[in-house]
DNA sequence: AATACGGGGAG
DNA sequence: CTCCCAGTATT
């Protein structure tokens, strides 16, 4: 029902400063603003980093907590805000910790480049002092067009909108658009944006998506944007928008060895993008058509080690690979590490359980 | 425009 | 199982 506006030519997506031309815009603005605002007044959830005056914000919490939520649900992420905030309470803490104190806080959360850029950006603001506008914060490691929104407007009131996962679905199925491109929701969500109160309406607009505008059962029936809704009126609103094609997740054999016990083992520093900077078991992947043996005799020469006894098997799913990991014993003079003091992803954590019950397979 | 990057919740 | 989550960096 509604066409797509045209992208300005040359215009960068996701930076969109400049609002998008909209053809005859279908809402009235104030009647539509004022009815989401109102529900936020009366509903919105009271959650810690939304402590203090609207678009004045503690500009570390705001930074921290969307650092943490990117990708990542509320709930969970609140776990870890907690847990953040209390290891380490100002940016100037978060600046003088060591790389393996912020990944032991982050240990298990996921996306750990969220937390080595929060980390190196934590050390450019303890330096220079926070940014003062959306430019600023966008040109910190781990900020992206997302965050410098949100920081921005809740923390500087800075009229900038927020595109999310929940303002994509929240938009899409407003105007009836079953395949937003990202530019088309950032041109919507700065038409909407109320400019009085830019940091309640990036909330409002998220809390929406996430507690009535769900992607699977939408409560419409409480919704505050169903007078507006194209998707609501269509009687099918969760088809909006069409599910995203995927790639197939490959298999991929590994082989891990446990040198020494579960609780006090050879430990290798993980490098590159995936895992990188945590801890975990020594490991390798299999390669093509190899057995897992002959993989942790290529693991065991590495170490100059001595490979020992299976101990077990388990997978792990991770967003792009199924990891089917395969545990073996081994013997060497390495020095070891207490595994409780190390920042270990979740696949090495069940490694080390698997280990630790080895009577089951 | 596609892909890599964790882990878990909800249906 | 599938789809998604207060996205970003890299190609």
Same mark, same amino acid.
């Given at each position: 029902?509604?066409?797509?506006?045209?992208?300005?030519?040359?215009?960068?997506?996701?930076?969109?400063?400049?609002?998008?031309?909209?053809?005859?815009?279908?809402?009235?603005?104030?009647?539509?603003?004022?009815?989401?605002?109102?529900?936020?007044?009366?509903?919105?959830?009271?959650?810690?980093?939304?402590?203090?005056?609207?678009?004045?914000?503690?500009?570390?919490?705001?930074?921290?907590?969307?650092?943490?939520?990117?990708?990542? #649900?509320?709930?969970?992420?609140?776990?870890?805000?907690?847990?953040? &905030?209390?290891?380490?309470?100002?940016?100037?803490?978060?600046?003088?910790?060591?790389?393996?104190?912020?990944?032991?806080?982050?240990?298990?959360?996921?996306?750990?480049?969220?937390?080595?850029? %929060?980390?190196?950006?934590?050390?450019?603001?303890?330096?220079?002092?926070?940014?003062?506008?959306?430019?600023?914060?966008?040109?910190?490691?781990?900020?992206?067009?997302?965050?410098?929104?949100?920081?921005?407007? &809740? +923390?500087?009131?800075?009229?900038?909108?927020?595109?999310?996962?929940?303002?994509?679905?929240?938009?899409?199925?407003?105007?009836?658009?079953?395949?937003?491109?990202?530019?088309?929701?950032?041109?919507?969500?700065?038409?909407?944006?109320?400019? #009085?109160?830019?940091?309640?309406?990036?909330?409002?607009?998220?809390?929406?998506?996430?507690?009535?505008?769900?992607?699977?059962?939408?409560?419409?029936?409480?919704?505050?944007?169903?007078?507006?809704?194209?998707?609501?009126?269509?009687?099918?609103?969760?088809?909006?928008?069409?599910?995203?094609?995927?790639?197939?997740?490959?298999?991929?054999?590994?082989?891990?060895? &446990?040198?020494?016990?579960?609780? #006090?083992?050879?430990?290798?520093?993980?490098?590159?993008?995936?895992?990188?900077?945590?801890?975990?078991?020594? +490991?390798?992947?299999?390669?093509?058509?190899?057995?897992?043996?002959?993989? %942790?005799?290529?693991?065991?020469?590495?170490?100059?080690?001595?490979?020992?006894?299976?101990?077990?098997?388990?997978?792990?799913?991770?967003?792009?690979?199924?990891?089917?990991?395969? %545990?073996?014993?081994?013997?060497?003079?390495?020095?070891?590490?207490?595994?409780?003091?190390?920042?270990?992803?979740?696949?090495?954590?069940?490694?080390?359980?698997?280990? +630790?019950?080895?009577?089951?397979?």
């Amino acid at each position: 029902m509604v066409s797509a506006a045209p992208v300005a030519a040359r215009q960068a997506p996701y930076t969109a400063a400049v609002t998008p031309p909209v053809p005859a815009f279908p809402f009235p603005l104030p009647a539509l603003r004022a009815a989401l605002l109102a529900w936020f007044d009366r509903t919105g959830r009271a959650l810690p980093w939304r402590a203090g005056r609207e678009g004045a914000r503690d500009p570390y919490r705001v930074w921290v907590a969307e650092i943490l939520l990117q990708q990542t #649900q509320v709930v969970r992420g609140q776990v870890y805000y907690d847990r953040f &905030l209390t290891a380490f309470p100002t940016v100037q803490a978060l600046a003088a910790a060591p790389q393996e104190a912020v990944l032991k806080a982050w240990e298990g959360c996921g996306y750990y480049a969220r937390a080595r850029n %929060l980390h190196r950006a934590a050390q450019q603001v303890a330096r220079n002092g926070f940014p003062d506008s959306y430019d600023g914060w966008l040109a910190l490691p781990g900020v992206g067009p997302y965050t410098a929104a949100a920081v921005s407007s &809740l +923390a500087l009131n800075e009229a900038r909108a927020v595109n999310d996962g929940n303002v994509r679905r929240v938009l899409a199925r407003l105007h009836g658009e079953a395949r937003p491109s990202p530019a088309w929701v950032q041109g919507r969500a700065d038409t909407l944006l109320d400019p #009085q109160r830019p940091g309640a309406w990036n909330e409002a607009v998220m809390d929406l998506g996430a507690t009535v505008c769900t992607p699977a059962a939408p409560r419409c029936e409480v919704c505050p944007l169903r007078p507006w809704c194209a998707a609501s009126a269509s009687g099918t609103p969760a088809a909006y928008p069409a599910p995203k094609v995927r790639a197939p997740v490959p298999d991929v054999p590994v082989v891990a060895v &446990l040198i020494g016990t579960p609780q #006090q083992a050879v430990l290798e520093r993980r490098t590159g993008t995936l895992l990188g900077g945590l801890m975990g078991l020594p +490991a390798e992947p299999l390669a093509a058509g190899e057995v897992p043996h002959d993989a %942790l005799r290529r693991l065991c020469a590495r170490l100059n080690a001595r490979p020992g006894p299976p101990l077990g098997r388990l997978t792990h799913v991770m967003t792009h690979r199924r990891i089917t990991l395969h %545990l073996y014993a081994g013997q060497a003079d390495l020095p070891r590490q207490t595994v409780t003091d190390a920042a270990l992803s979740r696949l090495d954590q069940k490694a080390l359980a698997l280990a +630790a019950q080895p009577t089951l397979l």
